[in-house]
């Protein structure tokens, strides 16, 4: 029995000739196909930093807004005569009335109003750990120490385990 050799490429002149052609037409496909994968990657990476930063900032607007809109409210709730009495004289049923019954309907979830010695006056859904949370902050020993005069803090806040949109004011009367 004859042995057979399998021989895939015979040495000739035709062979060399298409198996150049094979390698050379292979090489700039495969290259191609390199350099449109980096491409294309590189362009993605751009688009979704565009994207990414396009919404960051759309957050910002949104977060402004609702800051600018939560300082309004809190600013007037806190600069009327009638507040300013019944803090001093620490009426706290006309304050559940009068705060804690009408702010949610403005979207404000919670609400600590404090009198000038650190006394709670009245909260909506403030829990005493909320309530020593928010005593140990900057923003409060601030606005408590008569710090600001104008222009009051605002921005978020983390009490417990979620961020809210926080503005600060103290309570005035008109003379003030």
Same mark, same amino acid.
């Given at each position: 029995?004859?042995?057979?050799?399998?021989?895939?490429?015979?040495?000739?002149?035709?062979?060399?000739?298409?198996?150049?052609?094979?390698?050379?037409?292979?090489?700039?496909?495969?290259?191609?196909?390199?350099?449109?994968?980096?491409?294309?990657?590189?362009?993605? @990476?751009?688009?979704?930093?565009?994207?990414?930063?396009?919404?960051?900032?759309?957050?910002?607007?949104?977060?402004?807004?609702?800051?600018? =809109?939560?300082?309004?409210?809190?600013?007037?709730?806190?600069?009327?005569?009638?507040?300013?009495?019944?803090? =001093?004289?620490?009426?706290?049923?006309?304050?559940?009335?009068?705060?804690?019954?009408?702010?949610? @309907?403005?979207?404000?979830?919670?609400?600590?109003?404090?009198?000038?010695?650190?006394?709670?006056?009245?909260?909506?859904?403030?829990?005493?750990?909320?309530?020593?949370?928010?005593?140990?902050?900057?923003?409060?020993?601030?606005?408590?120490?008569?710090?600001?005069?104008?222009?009051?803090?605002?921005?978020?806040?983390?009490?417990?385990?979620?961020?809210?949109?926080?503005? =600060?004011?103290?309570?005035?009367?008109?003379?003030?």
């Amino acid at each position: 029995m004859k042995k057979r050799k399998f021989l895939f490429f015979k040495n000739t002149l035709n062979n060399r000739v298409r198996n150049a052609l094979y390698i050379s037409s292979v090489i700039p496909l495969f290259l191609f196909f390199i350099i449109s994968i980096i491409l294309i990657n590189i362009n993605l @990476h751009n688009l979704e930093k565009e994207d990414m930063a396009r919404l960051i900032k759309s957050a910002g607007v949104i977060i402004s807004e609702q800051t600018t =809109t939560v300082e309004n409210i809190v600013v007037d709730y806190s600069i009327w005569d009638e507040p300013y009495n019944k803090i =001093t004289t620490s009426n706290k049923n006309w304050f559940t009335e009068n705060y804690s019954s009408s702010l949610p @309907h403005y979207g404000i979830d919670i609400e600590g109003l404090f009198n000038k010695n650190g006394q709670v006056v009245n909260s909506l859904n403030l829990t005493n750990e909320n309530i020593l949370e928010i005593k140990k902050s900057e923003i409060y020993k601030n606005v408590l120490s008569g710090k600001y005069k104008e222009n009051y803090p605002k921005g978020i806040m983390k009490i417990g385990n979620d961020y809210y949109i926080v503005g =600060t004011c103290p309570i005035l009367n008109s003379l003030n």
